[in-house]
């Protein structure tokens, strides 16, 4: 189906479909499925367009919709605050910045506070916040997945359990939970990390750099995709594959030097970095031993976060759609909602290559 009109394609299509409301009262309502081959739209549009009807359709004394849960569909959970890590917090802000933008355009509510684990907290206390972000009203609950250890990842996992057990649904925002080849057993909307380091990569190719290094950390499905999209591009262009890792459990200062110590004893001429702050240390690092950057080391990384743009030198990296992956994700529970017992879905979210200083001096930042 294709928009003629200034009103959103699934708006057009519940408009449209809306007639049929008195005669699905008796034959039940039809599946996304259905919908969405019957207009040739994607499942997400037709299932925004079914949610649509069905808030037109709810009864004026409020109850609640068979599945529903007695929740608004218009308030959600969002849980972001899982990891101790040294780059957490930045990568919490982006994020939470993504749901806020949300909440501003399109009126839905955002709790970013009822539902957290940064202290700590035993399973009880777990399924205690869980309730009472349903008994405020949320619909489903969104989460930012642990990477740092695999404690951390545990408690993701009694996050869940007590959402499944309070009845309501999840979708994981950025990575699947922690392990590298691990199944995917939720919905999960995550940025495009293939196509970020083979961007990355091949931008360093075409500048002429011939021993790019890739730095890769903790155990997630992001990295390590992230780590393929650079793989696919520097073994395709005919180049040596060099993989840094960064040391689990190390201070940052620990962290940054080291990298450098593998990136000079490598003689990498280019380090593509897992995370911009990362980036950052290691251009810090290597500017502290006298390595030049970018002529003799030119240093990217992911996410297009304030501290790249904080310095002389401007950081090279992959833009993470933050306020997309949240519109998205919303989406992607809506559908959810529809068919609670369809297979998990995964949503890739292309980002943007963002070319600075830092790899090439001609840039404008």
Known sequence: MTSSGTAPVYAQIAESLRPRLAGWAESGWPTV???????????????????????????????????????????????????????????????????RDLAHRSGCGIDLDTVRLGDEPDAATIRGRVRAARDAGAGGLFLLPSRVSDAAARRDEQLLAAAAAEGLPVVLVERNLRGATRPLAHDLVCFHDFGGGAALARHLIDLGRKRIAFVAA?????HVERLGGYLAAVVGAGLPPLVVHQPEGATPRQAYTAVADQLVAAGADAAICYHDHAAVGVV??????????????????????????????????????????????????????????????????????????????????
């Open 33 to 99: 499925r259905v919908v969405a081959n019957e207009f040739k739209v994607s499942v997400v549009t037709a299932s925004r367009a079914l949610q649509a009807l069905k808030d037109h359709a709810r009864e004026p004394e409020g109850e609640a919709e068979p599945g529903g849960g007695g929740a608004d569909p218009q308030r959600w959970a969002v849980c972001l605050h899982v990891s101790p890590g040294p780059y957490q917090h930045a990568a919490y802000q982006v994020t939470a910045a993504g749901f």
């Open 218 to 222: 903790s155990d997630t499905c992001s």
């Open 284 to 365: 810090m690092e290597l500017l502290r031993r006298g390595v030049p950057v970018p002529t003799g080391v030119a240093v990217a990384g992911f996410y297009n976060m304030p501290i790249g743009e904080s310095f002389s030198i401007g950081l090279t990296t992959y833009a993470f759609p933050a306020a997309t992956v949240a519109e998205r994700a919303v989406d992607l529970m809506r559908l959810r909602l529809a068919n609670p017992a369809a297979p998990p879905v995964k949503l890739v979210v292309p980002g943007a290559l963002v070319v600075r200083d830092s790899t090439d001096p001609s840039a404008v930042a």
